[in-house]
């Protein structure tokens, strides 16, 4: 399983605290939708395609279609899931693992990422199971190495400590939890007693690039400063994870690729500091594995050392050299297309979702593609920020290719070339209760992350619109449309990018706009802009 999630970091320094998800986007998109027919959030971070079911995770909990996206059955606000957020999906054995979390106010009212545990279905979705988030008790500080007691730092509490992914090898799950570690569990024992403890497994430290468990060290499993002293190890701190077959797995963290062929006994480390052709970052996000051409695909980002760079690494040699691409780009996921040719499966594409948009590349990286546009007749993705990618094979032998971005979800039927066919956008937005309600989401917006749309409903017949947006002081910032016509639809939605008539982005701060509909009385709605 790889690892799917919206990431906003700041990598400035070599400290845990400076090297952590500090912006993790939990917050709810407001919007307060009833019908069925979308996903709850316009952030959609990560998508799970399990036969005819569609998985789909957010801020705003999970969501489900088993008719391909005609209607959606959200878990927001039920009681197996609460206000909780998805942070990563997972599937082995016909049962759906999910890992959830939120925002808490930490030291200094900063807010701080906390786990809220896990929930498995093995019914899709009819009925859950729920496990606490792992923690240890304070006593809890050593740990069996091979030959070694080392000493171990016990995660004692769930802030900072929360699950980014999830992967499986024959019956052991494992979980990358930042400063929980990486951790495993017997899932037949797992499912039995929701409350059995996870094991810790120890990772190389910083220094070290391999460990064997009949050689002694005197290391600690410590992925932040503790009990033990001010050391904290990068390489503790786990983030990505995903098995190659039943026994090989690699787990990213921040300070590299860690690859296990022994089922988690035995690790060798491979960073941009140890090897002669090495990833390009230290900070390990997001790890894929194309199961056709056994290739390793990871987002590498820089981490402290200033010849690392941002981009993507890849490695057909099992980790022991690697090729980079799409320098300075900032991913967060891969996803992979498998061609069926001549009776069988010989051929991929890989696709990797980042800041600017979908890269794909069907020659192994060599060259990649962007697609020209991602709507259909109703809406469009409106933000360059892409987050998952998931395919869909049908009966008929063409794609479906599923992408979750900052703005939405949408599946392109790819009929014809690459990016070629017919694209669908799913938009969220809040039901108008009358012809005379207008809406504007996301709300707070930031003008530099994506544009505003403005709802609003004409009725009857065919009317000229005019949206004007003004400031506090009820000055002309922006004149959006002006004497549109716009046939009748209750949902009709405008988009204002936040700049004002020169070009430039407004200051932070309250904007009123005014929607005039033909001869009606005019409509007012706010918008705040943040940055």
């Known amino acids: 399983m790889k690892k799917v999630f919206v990431l906003l970091l700041i990598l400035t320094g070599i400290s845990f605290a400076q090297i952590n998800p500090e912006m993790y986007n939990l917050s709810a998109d407001n919007i307060g939708k009833a019908s069925g027919d979308t996903p709850l959030s316009n952030s959609i971070t990560d998508i799970m395609i399990i036969g005819d079911t569609i998985w ?107 699950t980014y992914d999830i992967a499986f090898t024959s019956n052991t799950i494992w979980t990358a939890s930042w400063a929980g570690g990486l951790r495993k569990n017997n899932i037949d024992s797992l499912m039995l007693n929701p409350n059995r403890p996870w094991e810790r497994v120890v990772l190389p430290p910083d220094y070290l690039s391999a460990i064997h468990p009949d050689s002694v060290y005197n290391f600690s499993l410590q992925p ?45 480390k491979f960073n941009h500091q140890n090897q002669r052709k090495p990833i390009s970052g230290n900070f390990i996000t997001a790890l894929g594995y194309d199961e056709i051409k056994q290739v390793v695909w990871a987002s590498s980002w820089k981490a402290d ?50 800041d600017n948009g979908v890269y794909r590349s069907n020659n192994d990286g060599a060259s990649w593609l962007l697609p020209s546009s991602i709507k259909d007749t109703k809406s469009a993705v409106l933000t360059s920020v892409f987050y998952d990618v998931e395919t869909k094979s049908l009966n008929d032998g063409t794609h479906e ?16 070339g690459i990016w070629q066919g017919d694209w669908k956008v799913f938009t969220a937005s809040p039901e108008l209760k009358s012809k005379n309600e207008t809406y504007a989401f996301p709300n707070p917006f930031n003008p530099s992350f994506k544009p505003v749309r403005i709802k609003y409903s004409v009725i009857g017949q065919a009317q000229d619109v005019t949206i004007r947006i003004l400031d506090f002081g009820m000055n002309l910032i922006r004149t959006v449309v002006q004497n549109a016509s716009r046939n009748p639809s209750e949902n009709i939605f405008e988009i204002w990018d936040g700049r004002d008539e020169s070009g430039s982005i407004v200051p932070n701060g309250v904007y009123f706009y005014r929607v005039d509909i033909g001869s009606n009385d005019p409509m007012y709605g706010k918008i705040m802009v943040i940055r």
């Open 56 to 162: 789909i995770g957010s801020s705003r909990g999970l969501s489900r279609s088993t008719d391909n996206g005609t209607s959606w059955t959200d878990y927001w606000n039920t009681p197996s899931f609460g206000g909780e957020a998805i942070i990563a999906l997972g599937y082995h054995n016909k049962t759906v693992w999910v890992s959830t979390g939120h925002n808490e106010d930490g030291v200094g009212g900063e807010s701080v990422i906390t786990g809220s545990g896990y929930r498995f279905s093995n019914d899709n979705g009819t009925t859950w199971t729920s496990l606490p988030q792992s923690v240890e008790d304070p006593g809890d500080s050593s740990i069996t190495y091979g030959v070694n007691t080392l000493r171990a730092l016990p995660i004692t509490v769930a802030q900072q400590n929360v």
């Open 224 to 268: 932040k400063a503790g009990a033990f002293g001010d050391e904290e190890y990068l390489n503790h701190v786990a983030f990505s994870i995903v098995s190659a077959n039943e026994s090989t797995i690699y787990v990213g963290t921040a300070n590299g690729i860690n690859k296990s062929t022994d089922n988690g006994i035995t690790w060798t």
């Open 305 to 354: 050392a200033p010849e690392e760079f941002y981009g993507v690494s890849a490695s057909s040699d099992g980790g022991e050299s690697w090729e980079t691409f799409l320098n300075d780009e900032r991913p967060h996921n891969f996803g992979f297309k498998y061609y069926l040719t001549d009776g069988g499966i010989n051929t991929s594409d890989v696709f990797v979702p980042t």
């Open 401 to 416: 290719i599923w992408i979750g971005s900052a703005d939405g979800l949408a599946v392109l039927q790819e009929t014809g």
